[in-house]
């Protein structure tokens, strides 16, 4: 369901509609005689199964490491291969639904060494991981690296877990209509 308002030059849409509805409006120019401006940022976007599941997929992922390195592990391979694959699922079913997809690759770091060393490590293990995924064919150009240290860290079990789980990098999957960015009027 959509809500319509006009308000000067601006149509603003609010509520909840189909993911490819949303995908291909914002693709439109403008038709509405006195409609200068399409603002689409008050949707909800209603995806597919398919997409949801891939994008639940790819975001429970996380790539580990060892204390203090940014080499990928061997078994980092295997796991950055179904990432991959999931991936370049989602690129074709977003693309299908006039969707862009943008990955960014949170590197995080457990509370051992200091701000700055744990910052910039972050930001290594991210861009590793990168480099990987692109190395396995997905495209630097949707994919972000952010090293983000200890500002944000993964809550587990024990102390030793959550030192574990934040030697790591995870994923944050953005779906932006094609024909604007988010929260772009247009």
């Known amino acids: 369901s959509v809500d ?3 308000s000067a030059d ?3 849409a609010t509520g ?3 993911a490819q509805w949303i995908g291909r409006t914002s693709a439109m120019p403008t038709s509405v005689p006195g409609v200068v401006h399409l603002d689409l940022s008050g949707l909800t976007a209603d995806f597919p199964p398919d997409v949801s599941r891939l994008r639940e997929l790819i975001e429970r992922e996380r790539v580990r490491f060892n204390i203090g390195s940014a080499a990928l592990l ?3 391979w295997d796991l950055l291969r179904g990432v991959r694959d999931a991936i370049q699922d989602l690129f074709t079913q977003a693309g299908d639904l006039s969707y862009r997809t943008d990955i960014e690759l949170l590197g995080r770091t457990d509370s051992t ?3 700055e060393t744990n910052r910039v490590l972050s930001q290594l293990r991210a861009e590793a991981v990168m480099s990987a995924l692109a190395s396995l064919g997905v ?3 949707n994919l972000s690296p952010s090293g983000i240290g200890t500002s944000e860290p993964v809550v587990a079990g024990s102390a030793e877990e959550a030192a574990q789980e934040n030697r790591s990098v995870s994923f944050v999957v953005r779906l ?3 024909g604007s960015r988010e929260g772009e009027r247009r």
Do not use: H
């Open 176 to 178: 932006t209509p094609a």
């Open 113 to 115: 060494g200091s701000n």
């Open 4 to 6: 319509l308002t006009l």
């Open 16 to 18: 909840t509609a189909p």
């Open 74 to 76: 061997p078994e980092a």
């Open 139 to 141: 495209l630097e150009e």
């Open 10 to 12: 601006t149509l603003t």
